[in-house]
C-alpha cells in the first residue's frame, strides 16, 4: 500500500507528501489511513489499511480535519 501512494508522489515530482494516520472516525477503533497531499490544499488518494476508500466530503470533512491527525510516513 506504502508503494502505490509513493508511486503517485513520484508522479508529481517530488511535490506530494505520503501520510499515515491512526484514525479515529465516530468513537470506533483506531484505523491506519494514508493520505497523498500534493500540498495545495488537496488531497489527492485517501484509503484505510486493506485499500478501502476513504469518502472525501463524508469521511472526511476538509483537509485541515485531515492535517491535524498527519505524522509524516
Do not use: C
Request: charged residues 30%; glycine residues 6%; negative net charge.
Amino acid at each position: 500500500l506504502t508503494d502505490h501512494y509513493l508511486e503517485i508522489r513520484d508522479s508529481w515530482d517530488n511535490k506530494g507528501k505520503v501520510f499515515k494516520e491512526q484514525m479515529k472516525t465516530f468513537g470506533y477503533k483506531a484505523k491506519e489511513a494514508m493520505f497523498v497531499d500534493n500540498m495545495q490544499g488537496h488531497v489527492e488518494d485517501v484509503a484505510k489499511l486493506g485499500a478501502i476508500p476513504l469518502v472525501y466530503g463524508k469521511d472526511i470533512k476538509e483537509v485541515a480535519q485531515i492535517v491535524n491527525y498527519m505524522t509524516n510516513a
